[in-house]
């Protein structure tokens, strides 16, 4: 099964916070991750947490992390159209230097 | 830098025939990795290299898939013979060693395979 599990749409409208949430399996993560895929583009990084964290903050993004529950999410404040995308959550851990990867959830904001 | 360059964007080959997915990594980056993208699986990993040499390769599919690391500025993904179901986006990324550095994609190839 997946190792990394999001639910698959959000729709929101202009202004109003978003809220992007992922679980995980996988008990040895190191770091979780934030990325952001725009339609015909590759993969950017948004944020990352270091598992020992439980919470991280930069500009309109928080990302929280439930270690107890293997929950992540990630808040996006005064969400914009341009926030409009597919944001993936991924994990790493020591050892292993490549990305598991969520199925991805697409964010739709409305005007 | 001009960030990990991937060739070509899109490629469309009849089944059977040989396909060539190429990337250049950020310069400096001693990590490099293949993914797969496809509606149905979403992203995964096919391979992954350190310092040209790979750590894991269990995601390739089958003997199809073949990837190399000549050396620190170039890899290439090879399909043969190629199947309509290996059409996908296939994206490569390079990073540094430190686990709390970004890995840097590049735009992706969209292979159709028909």
């Known amino acids: 099964g997946e190792d990394v599990e999001q639910s698959l749409f959000l729709s929101v409208r202009e202004g109003d916070s978003s809220v992007i949430n992922c679980t995980y399996t996988?008990?040895?993560?190191?770091?979780l991750y934030w990325y952001k895929q725009e339609p015909g583009a590759g993969l950017q990084l948004l944020t990352y947490?270091?598992?020992?964290?439980d919470m991280k903050q930069d500009q309109r993004l928080t990302v929280l992390l439930n270690k107890k529950d293997k929950h992540l999410s990630l808040r996006i404040a005064d969400t914009q159209t341009g926030d409009s995308a597919i944001y993936f959550c991924?994990?790493?851990?020591?050892?292993?230097?490549?990305?598991?990867f969520g199925s991805g959830t697409r964010l739709q904001v409305q005007p | 830098d001009a960030g990990v360059i991937q060739s070509p964007r899109h490629e469309v080959t009849e089944m059977g025939q040989e396909v060539t997915l190429r990337c250049k990594p950020i310069?400096?980056?001693?990590?490099l990795f293949w993914y797969r993208q496809t509606m149905m699986r979403g992203l995964e990993l096919l391979i992954y290299?350190?310092?040209?040499?790979?750590?894991?390769d269990s995601g390739m599919p089958e003997d199809r898939f073949s990837a190399k690391m000549p050396n620190a500025s170039f890899s290439n993904l090879k399909i043969q013979p190629s199947e309509p179901r290996d059409s996908a986006v296939y994206f490569c990324?390079?990073?540094?060693?430190?686990?709390?550095?970004?890995?840097?994609f590049g735009q992706g190839t969209r292979l159709t395979v028909v």
């Open positions: 990324a390079s990073s540094l060693t430190r686990m709390n550095t970004e890995a840097f």
């Open positions: 996988d008990s040895s993560s190191t770091y």
């Open positions: 947490i270091f598992s020992n964290m």
């Open positions: 991924a994990e790493s851990y020591t050892g292993r230097r490549a990305l598991t």
């Open positions: 310069s400096g980056h001693d990590y």
């Open positions: 290299f350190n310092n040209n040499v790979p750590i894991d």
